[in-house]
């Protein structure tokens, strides 16, 4: 939702992220130089620059419109600092499943991303970071085996450079076409996690909308300090298998955001306007001489 | 039985009459002490745990248990875990450490239970403590699939440094019925599912993620189980023999790179 983008593929990017996100509605979009979009929670209807300069936050309802990985780093981290690595990794190779290579160009070329997680170093109030960010616009934001590996390796980078680690998760879980080889994904990033933990390195785990699955039961809730946007969905099993399970219905904000923290799960839920002065003060205290 | 479909294996693994982990622990372990609770919330029957002797040698014993009938199904929840279950693992898997004995997993599960109550306590955490807790843990681990690996909730005891399936055992990401209703929408298909899963002890053999697969005599488990007993009382000997020979740091660093050289290739 980049506003320099030529007006056609903003649009199809704003219709992507209603099909995948948002109740369908249609976009009012004008041909002249106002355009308009509609937070899908308040139907309120706000305009494009104004949600940007909002960081795409409903000033209305505080609705959380989900991000892309790169509108996160920049949104939260210091100007041109971010370098990535293993862009170029896809998972193109990695299973004969009936349609997945079909799936993988269609989100590619939908997306722009390789896969679902981007990751590199960063700066942030010129602090070195290292960071994983997942993009659920690409296939949910599923875990295979590229994912585990990119989010393994910059576990290892962090703890081999003495850098604090933060991963923003979004994903739907571990990835079904790739088997039993995305599922142990869980165990390998859990596994480097806890070697990162016993050489004492930080790790600021930031829970988005939706955190789910396989990921939410690995490293997701395993940081040291576990920070959730508010009213991000965060659970193991789907709504949906939970009320067929129990034939219930579950309350509306079951696993929201709040509702994780008012059982004890998440440290904090933080205002996407107020993260970047939230990591700098968590930043600032962990290191050896506070100086807030 | 090797030409059997990935759908009849998984048939045999969920039946009734297939001996469960109760039915297994006797043959394997003397003098078993079964041992409650997480000390946090409750006792998770779908989770036995405890103590018992391998030929002579003090081992720790965690196992996922199904019901042979609706009776005790209900009591352990269709072998289905809730987060003190996994609590209840860990509580046991520190208490091996201290006192150096080696852990064994039984694993028979169609996954951890999907309920408000298991939202409400955590599972996400207590599957993802699991894994990291496991992947360290400074005594020899085996796991072994004794008929049902489901998802996550399967995963969370099989972090150990040799893993053994049972020849109809079945391991997946999710169960075929889910596969198929993701898939296609449509449940029904899941025997279709089946055999676009590779999830069969053969199958997961193949992609090194079980070292051992034990066979199953011909009149079936249940019919004549010292034909599997046998073998897997030689690998858990075998394989401690070996564990224990190793220095800490080098049993650690093999199972760290068991799971480590999964799905590796950038």
């Known amino acids: 939702m980049n506003v320099n983008l030529p007006f056609h593929k903003r649009k199809e990017r704003l219709n992507l992220f209603q099909t995948l996100f948002g109740k369908k509605k249609n976009i009012k979009v004008s041909s002249s130089e106002m355009n308009i979009e509609m937070c899908p929670h308040c139907s309120t209807a706000i305009e494009s620059q104004a949600l940007k300069a909002q960081q795409y936050v409903c000033a209305q309802c505080n609705h959380h419109f989900p991000l ?5 780093i920049d949104a939260h981290f210091d100007a041109d600092s971010f370098i990535e690595i293993y862009a170029k990794a896809n998972s193109n190779q990695l299973s004969s499943f009936p349609d997945y290579l079909n799936k993988l160009t269609k989100y590619k070329k939908q997306t722009d991303l390789n896969e679902a997680v981007v990751v590199g170093t960063a700066r942030i109030a010129n602090q070195k970071v290292a960071l994983a960010i997942m993009d659920s616009r690409f296939m949910m934001g599923s875990m295979g085996q590229i994912v585990g590996e990119k989010i393994t390796r910059i576990i290892e980078l962090a703890d081999r450079r003495k850098y604090p680690l933060i991963i923003f998760t979004a994903s739907g879980g571990a990835r ?7 599922l142990v994904q869980m165990a390998k ?37 576990i920070v959730a946007e508010p009213k991000a969905l965060i659970g193991f ?41 939230f990591l700098i003060q968590i930043l600032k205290l962990h290191s050896t001489e506070v100086k807030v | 039985m090797k030409n059997l479909s990935a759908w009849e294996r998984i048939t045999i693994a969920r039946s009734q009459n297939r001996l469960k982990a109760l039915d297994l622990i006797p043959y394997l372990f003397d ?42 199904n209900l009591s352990c929840n269709f072998g289905m875990l809730h987060p003190e279950g996994y609590r209840k693992a860990m509580r046991l898997a520190k208490q091996a450490e201290k006192f150096n004995r080696p852990i064994i997993t039984i694993i028979d599960t169609a996954g951890a239970y999907p309920g408000k109550e298991a939202e409400e306590r955590g599972q ?16 020899p681990v085996i796991a072994m699939v004794l008929s049902e690996g489901g998802s996550g909730g399967a995963l969370a005891l099989s972090v150990a440094n040799k893993i053994y399936m049972l020849e109809n055992a079945v391991y997946s990401i999710l169960s075929p019925e889910g596969f198929a209703s993701i898939l296609w929408k449509d449940e029904t298909r899941a025997k279709e599912a089946a055999e676009l899963m590779e999830c069969t002890a053969f199958d997961l053999h193949a992609k090194a993620f079980i070292d051992r697969i034990i066979e199953e005599a011909d009149q079936g488990l249940e019919a004549n189980p010292l034909h599997s ?30 799971f480590r050289k999964m799905g590796s290739q950038l």
């Open chain 1, 189 to 225: 990033t859990s596994a480097a996690l806890e070697r990162f933990h016993q050489n004492k390195g930080l790790y600021i785990s930031i829970l988005t909308h939706p955190t789910t699955g396989g990921v939410s039961a690995s490293f997701a809730m395993l940081g040291d300090i």
């Open chain 2, 31 to 72: 003098h078993f002490v079964e041992f409650h609770g997480d000390r946090l919330y409750g006792d998770d029957r779908a989770l036995v745990g405890g103590l018992g002797s391998f030929e002579g040698q003090a081992v720790t014993v965690l196992a996922q248990s199904k019901g042979r009938n609706l009776e005790e």
């Open chain 2, 124 to 139: 996400a955490e207590a599957i993802a403590q699991c894994l990291r807790l496991f992947a360290q843990i400074k005594v």
């Open chain 1, 68 to 72: 892309s990985a790169y509108e996160r």
């Open chain 2, 229 to 258: 007993i046998v073998q897997i009382k030689d690998a858990i000997r075998q394989d401690l023999s070996a564990l224990k020979k190793m220095k800490l740091n080098v049993m650690l660093e093999q199972r760290y790179q068991k």
């Open chain 1, 237 to 277: 099993a789907g709504r949906r298998v939970i009320e067929k399970t129990l034939q219930e219905q579950l309350p509306e904000d079951f696993q929201s955001a709040e509702f994780l923290k008012a059982k004890g799960f998440v440290d904090k839920i933080v205002h996407r306007g107020s993260l970047r002065t």
């Open chain 1, 176 to 182: 079904m076409q790739e088997g039993i080889l995305s």
